[in-house]
């Protein structure tokens, strides 16, 4: 074949793989990777914090700080003290106060009579309310109480309500399941309400916002469409939709689009402290600046991190919850907002469209220094245009998406070229000589799948184990001492894996890996894993009782156990293979078991095994919910007991009942709760829920 055919095939080559790569990015975004979705919001917060804005002016922060903490005593204050804190925003000349806090439950007649008078007296507080989105927290509310809420908070319900083509809406949004309003005597006083419901994305971080819900048939604006609302002196509000979804809302003659959800973008005005923020002690001691206060929204709120109420948002993870709404409130008074409305996806498509077919294009006809050239300025314009977009017209383009398609495009046109001036063979060998010796090039050569690498993506049940006080027994023992008893105690171990068809995988030191469900199937791996780290807890016990008659050192262990998707085969060198599972499963299996020495368990499950054997083990309880190291996703950690580890069990529907007043943030009662389980029934768990509950800042899950 001349050279003029081979630069003929090879174009057609490139340009048949360039299409290919197209509609393969194409497919993508219309699947929504999500690694994909989380970088494009990464490339989002980059945008948003290299923006220049202009400084607040209409917001400032009443803050519940550490200065009037320590002044007028730990939070919550007296009504009384809030109600003359209204009292003197109103003498200053605040246009608006928005209240961050909630008042659910009564203080006394008095204070809650004062601070009532106090709201009713300018007209010009809002109250927050929440929405419950969650079935399960309803259910402690009563449908009695519920009803009271939702006559509570009807009169704040958008009485207009636009729709395009006067057709009723047809579109399926988030529905709450409840609310939880203020105690009436102050919802009635109120000049407005409205939720304060924040709804983070996949990773964490707030970049959109819930402006409007829609609760038994109407729609109900967020507290800070209500504090802009006041602050513009009660203008009507209006609800804009369509038949796909909501659209924007107007605020008197101000118009914010939202998505179809009825979210709108947050445009924050730069990290935690943009916003003016007045010590409360200053303000009811007279020596706050009133020009900070008149004539703005005085949004009171926490800004000590004691208290909690961060937030995670493009500008830091320790954001104060309080100025996410200041800013949102600032937003929507100024009006210039960031939008990602539904069109946006056709513009990202179209460009993705055209970027691929004029690189595939133009590329097979450069060498490789100008299809870099070609593809590095292409990649640099459409930047420069998504800022632009972003920057000057408030609108999210994608960008991620583009890029891969880009430098997909140019590496297969490079590749194509590369492959197709040179011999299949002699590529294979050139490319294969690093990985394998000279001697076996030839055979790989030959039969390319004769040896193979990796393996394949299963489901299966990995089982970590760990001795408890390794180190003090290697101390105390002579070295020939310490790997005979090692050597019975991996006998034993071993002998239990076995013993339920599983595989060991390594021994890592003390610690043993076991697999379930491979390399021979097993169906129900997750219960041959629970019941192996039974009978090795048991065979332990013997072990330690024949130990402390022969004096030697006690020791105990600590058993993880997840079930999930991994790899699982052949992997290693050329030279030596080893049988074995990796993945994302195996680690947090690993990250499991350490998390025994935290809360003095035995045995840990991951929710995913927990779903398979819950019917065969009851008694397996559900201890906390955690965020591993590495790992964004929260997940489940249940307790299986071993058989005579505790007298009863009767006392497990108390510990429920203990962990569910933690997982509803009721951290008192479930101290105490916890305290009297520990010193009952001596459960470790509960003795670390109920340190954990006592102490003064908000508490976090545990870490592995």
Not at 278 to 301: F, N, Q, S, T, Y
Not at 616 to 623: L, Q, S, T
Request: glycine letters at 8%; charged letters at 20%; one cysteine or more.
């Amino acid at each position: 074949m001349s050279e003029t055919a081979t630069a003929l095939a090879s174009a057609r080559l490139a340009r048949f793989v360039g299409v290919g790569l197209t509609l393969i990015v194409v497919v993508l975004y219309l699947l929504g990777i999500p690694l994909l979705e989380f970088l494009e919001s990464k490339t989002y917060d980059i945008r948003l914090r290299a923006q220049r804005v202009s400084p607040p002016r209409a917001v400032t922060i009443a803050a519940i700080d550490e200065a009037s903490l320590a002044q007028l005593g730990r939070w919550p204050w007296s009504r009384v003290t809030l109600a003359k804190l209204v009292d003197r925003l109103d003498e200053v000349g605040a246009r608006a106060v928005a209240f961050d806090v909630f008042f659910p439950e009564p203080e006394s007649l008095e204070a809650d009579e004062l601070l009532a008078r106090a709201f009713g007296g300018g007209r010009k507080v809002v109250l927050s309310t929440l929405f419950l989105l969650n079935r399960e927290e309803t259910r402690h509310l009563g449908p009695e109480r519920q009803e009271e809420a939702k006559r509570a908070i009807a009169v704040h319900a958008i009485g207009n309500v636009e729709r395009i083509g006067g057709a009723r809406e047809q579109f399926s949004m988030t529905t709450p399941h409840g609310i939880i309003v203020n105690i009436p005597g102050l919802q009635r006083s109120a000049a407005y309400a409205g939720h304060i419901n924040v709804t983070p994305d996949p990773d964490g971080t707030v970049r959109r916002v819930p402006l409007v819900y829609r609760y038994d048939g109407r729609y109900f604006p967020s507290s800070d469409v209500q504090a802009a609302r006041a602050f513009l002196g009660g203008k009507e509000l209006v609800l804009h939709t369509a038949s796909y979804g909501i659209t924007g809302i107007q605020i008197g003659d101000r118009y914010i689009p939202t998505d179809e959800g009825g979210r709108l973008l947050v445009r924050y005005r730069g990290r935690a402290g943009t916003f003016a923020a007045v010590p409360i002690a200053d303000i009811l001691d007279g020596r706050a600046d009133p020009a900070l206060l008149r004539d703005r929204v005085v949004l009171i709120g926490n800004t000590a991190q004691g208290i909690g109420d961060m937030r995670v948002t493009p500008y830091g993870d320790l954001f104060p919850g309080v100025e996410v709404r200041a800013s949102i409130i600032e937003n929507l008074l100024e009006g210039n907002v960031l939008q990602r409305p539904d069109w946006m996806s056709i513009v990202d498509l179209a460009a993705i469209v055209l970027l691929g077919l004029a690189l595939t294009w133009l590329l097979p006809r450069m060498g490789v220094s100008g299809g870099a050239l070609l593809a590095l300025g292409v990649l640099t314009v459409f930047l420069v245009l998504a800022n632009y977009l972003f920057t000057v017209q408030g609108l999210w383009l994608n960008v991620v998406y583009p890029s891969i398609l880009v430098a997909l495009a140019f590496a297969s046109a490079t590749l194509v070229r590369y492959f197709s001036t040179e011999s299949e063979k002699r590529h294979i060998k050139a490319a294969f000589q690093f990985y394998v010796p000279p001697a076996v090039v030839e055979e790989i050569a030959a039969d390319v799948g004769k040896l193979r690498l990796g393996g394949e993506k299963r489901d299966l049940t990995v089982l970590f184990s760990d001795i408890r006080g390794f180190t003090s027994m290697s101390e105390a023992l002579a070295p020939e001492d310490l790997v005979k008893l090692l050597n019975v105690y991996f006998t034993e171990m071993t002998e239990k894996v076995f013993d339920h068809q599983g595989s060991l995988d390594k021994y890592i030191g003390d610690a043993i890996m076991a697999v379930f469900g491979a390399p021979i199937a097993a169906a129900q791996h997750p219960h041959l894993a629970c019941r192996t780290a039974l009978d090795m807890i048991r065979a332990l016990d013997v072990l330690r009782a024949q130990w402390r008659r022969d004096g030697l050192p006690d020791i105990g262990i600590g058993i993880g156990i997840n079930t999930g998707p991994m790899i699982v085969g052949n992997m290693g060198s050329v030279s030596r293979f080893n049988y074995t599972v990796v993945g994302d499963a195996v680690n947090l299996a690993s990250r499991i078991e350490s998390l025994n020495k935290v809360y003095g368990t035995n045995i840990l499950l991951s929710e995913y095994t927990y779903e398979h054997v819950k019917d065969e083990f009851p008694h397996a309880r559900e201890i906390d919910r955690v965020q591993v190291r590495g790992r964004a996703q929260v997940v489940g950690l249940y307790e299986l007991i071993p058989e005579g580890r505790y007298a009863i069990l009767d006392w497990l529907g108390e510990f429920a009942s203990a962990y569910k007043l933690l997982r509803n943030g009721d951290y008192l009662r479930a101290a105490r709760r916890f305290e009297q389980l520990h010193a009952r029934v001596g459960d470790p768990v509960s003795a670390h829920h109920a340190k954990a509950c006592r102490t003064p800042r908000r508490r976090k899950s545990d870490e592995a």
